[in-house]
């Protein structure tokens, strides 16, 4: 008998990756509120448009100060840098396709998210945005495949870098370009913060 799920398209869930120290910023980037709710809220609910279900990715002692309206995946702290948050969330949900979107990325829109979930090529290990100016990989705004999720587990086992986006550089994935570059931009500091306010001011009409 023929499998009938053989070619079913995978879920997709969000992640919003809000488990970082915040080193640079100096303060929690994901609650930053640039538009008048913290940030991992924002990014929460533009995921919840697109996705099946959302998830925010958090480290444990982040857990007793959020309210119950999130979903939340702790992580496991098995792997470093951004797969911890990733790879904890594929632990628990193997089988789905994760939108993944970090939290200081404070330019990124509705319009934006829908191209990257309208562009997705389950066929390959995953579909990410890049930049026109770079032509790389950004994994913090990726739809990541299941099987590129075991696949990068596989990558970590042997790899000297546990960087993400060294794993997408040299796998079958799908690439993407947003209208305009600044849509991927990082807010990593106070200088980034003070000239993204700034932007979105403009852009709202603020």
Not at 27 to 38: E, H, M, N, S, V
Not at 119 to 128: C, E, I, K, V
Request: glycine share 6%.
């Amino acid at each position: 008998m023929k499998n009938t799920n053989e070619h079913k398209t995978p879920k997709l869930y969000g992640l919003v990756l809000a488990g970082g120290r915040s080193t640079r910023m100096g303060t929690d980037k994901g609650l930053i509120p640039y538009r008048g709710i913290p940030q991992q809220e924002y990014l929460y609910q533009l995921l919840e448009t697109i996705c099946d279900t959302v998830f925010l990715s958090i480290r444990e002692e982040q857990e007793a100060s959020l309210t119950n309206s999130f979903n939340t995946i702790v992580d496991k702290n098995e792997y470093r840098g951004p797969f911890n948050g990733i790879l904890s969330a594929h632990s628990n949900y193997s089988e789905v396709a994760w939108l993944v979107l970090a939290c200081d990325l404070p330019m990124i829109d509705k319009e934006a998210l829908q191209l990257l979930s309208n562009s997705r090529n389950t066929n390959r290990l995953a579909t990410s945005f890049a930049t026109k100016e770079t032509g790389l990989p950004e994994p913090l705004i990726t739809i990541w495949e299941p099987a590129g999720l075991q696949k990068s587990i596989s990558f970590l086992k042997t790899a000297k870098s546990s960087c993400p986006r060294k794993f997408l550089i040299n796998s079958d994935i799908q690439l993407v370009h947003p209208e305009q570059d600044e849509l991927l931009y990082n807010a990593n500091s106070i200088e980034d913060y003070e000239f993204i306010k700034s932007k979105i001011a403009l852009t709202d009409g603020g």
